[in-house]
Structures are given as structure tokens and as C-alpha cells.
């Protein structure tokens, strides 16, 4: 049962426009959420995350919007850099639980 | 800091033989976890330890897979015998133990590839 989904595998965005990453997820509980980043042959590491108490949380050209009532976020990244091509993951976790959810993964491909 | 180191980064081997891996976390990371990826799929966690204690297992394969960690510190993942589809990256991770933060997240080793034939 797949509690964290990223229903889409793939994004191709031009640089200097905005990339929007979407994740939904099925467990109530969840209450922070992650997005990490995967380059090729390398582990993920960790991009920016959110606690459930916010709507919104923004670093620098990324930004992860919450919307917990439809059990939904977003990563925004403004600009789109050639960089920033790699594979995202969203993750979710349970107060009092290390363990995270992963999410399938979006590749994104910024276009120069 | 040095980070999350993994030893080998690939390795083939032919079905119903035995392989290990080795992970060594972030120096004072109490929390260490195996996930396995398998293409197309988001890391599954497998094992998580808590200094050497085993905190969950419930998603590892016992008939097949063991894991320890000796002494708190450094930790093996063995698969006998392997199948086709344990054909995965298998990722060691470690965080500190309580997470304190926002920015206190888990940090992921490069991972194995295993190829089994």
C-alpha cells in the first residue's frame, strides 16, 4: 500500500520558469513531510521540509506548500535551473517514527 | 563531517549466492536504516537500529536477509541466498537520535547496486 504517491515520473520545465513537483498522501498521521533530491549514482539528500503546524515553508528558490485538508504538497522552484534536473522524492513520517515514506519519485529535466 | 559511507558501490552476483554489504554512519548518528530501491520505486526501509538494538524490521525478508550492528557504530546487510528480485540500491542512512529539528533529517549513504543474474 503505497501511503505516499508522486503521480507523475516525469517534468520537463525551461530554465528560468517554475518547476511545481506534486505529492499526496493517505495516512492521517503524517505530520512532516520531506522532499529530497537524487542525482544519478549518488544517495538522495535532504532539500527542505515541513511540519505539519505550517502551510508553507520557503528556502531560498524552493518553497513546499501543505495543504493537509486535501492531504497534498507541492514543491515550487523558482527559478528552474539546469542543476536542478534530477529525481525528487516526497517523504512523510509520524511524530514519535524515524522511519520515512518514500514517494515513487518525479525526475525533472530542466531544458537550458 | 564526513558523510554516510557504503562499501561496495556495485556488485553482480548470480542468483542463490550470498552477498554483504557494509555502511558506516555519520560519527555520533545513534540511528542507522537500510532501504532498498528497486528501479522506478522510492526507497523502502527495510531495517532501522537504534544504536544496536533493532527498532523496526518488520518490512525485511528473515528468511533471507539479516542485518547487525556491532557495537553501535558500523553495520552489515547480508542477503542468503539472493533472488532475482532482491535486484535493488540498497541505501544505509543514519539520523540522531532524538531528531531535534526541522533539519534533523536522515542522511543517505551513495548506496549499493546489487545486479542478480
Known amino acids: 500500500d503505497q501511503q505516499v504517491k508522486q503521480n507523475s515520473p516525469s517534468l520537463s520545465v525551461q530554465e528560468g520558469r517554475i518547476s511545481i513537483l506534486n505529492c499526496d498522501y493517505t495516512n492521517s498521521m503524517f505530520d512532516y513531510f520531506l522532499w529530497y533530491k537524487k542525482y544519478p549514482a549518488e544517495g538522495p539528500t535532504f532539500l527542505i521540509s515541513i511540519s505539519s503546524i505550517k502551510d508553507k515553508n520557503e528556502d531560498g528558490r524552493f518553497t513546499v506548500f501543505l495543504n493537509k485538508s486535501a492531504k497534498h504538497l507541492s514543491l515550487h522552484i523558482v527559478p528552474s535551473q539546469p542543476g536542478d534536473s534530477a529525481v525528487y522524492f516526497c517523504?512523510?513520517?509520524?511524530?514519535?517514527?524515524?522511519?520515512?515514506?518514500f514517494g515513487t519519485g518525479t525526475r525533472l529535466t530542466v531544458i537550458p | 563531517e564526513a558523510g554516510v559511507a557504503q562499501s561496495p558501490r556495485y556488485k553482480i552476483i548470480e542468483k542463490r549466492q550470498s552477498v554483504a554489504f557494509w555502511c558506516n554512519p555519520i560519527?555520533?548518528?545513534?540511528?542507522l536504516y537500510w532501504y532498498q530501491q528497486i528501479l522506478g520505486q522510492g526507497p523502502k526501509l527495510l531495517i532501522q537500529f537504534q544504536n544496536n538494538g533493532v527498532v523496526d524490521d518488520s518490512q525485511l525478508p528473515k528468511d533471507r536477509f539479516s542485518a547487525e550492528r556491532l557495537k553501535g557504530v558500523d553495520s552489515t546487510l547480508k542477503i542468503q541466498p539472493a533472488k532475482l528480485e532482491d535486484s535493488a540500491v540498497y541505501l544505509c542512512a543514519s539520523s540522531p537520535y532524538p531528531r531535534t529539528g526541522p533539519e534533523d533529517t536522515q542522511y543517505f549513504g551513495p548506496g549499493t547496486r546489487l545486479t542478480v543474474l
Open positions: 560519527s555520533g548518528h545513534a540511528t
Open positions: 517523504a512523510a513520517s509520524a511524530t514519535g517514527a524515524n522511519n520515512l515514506f
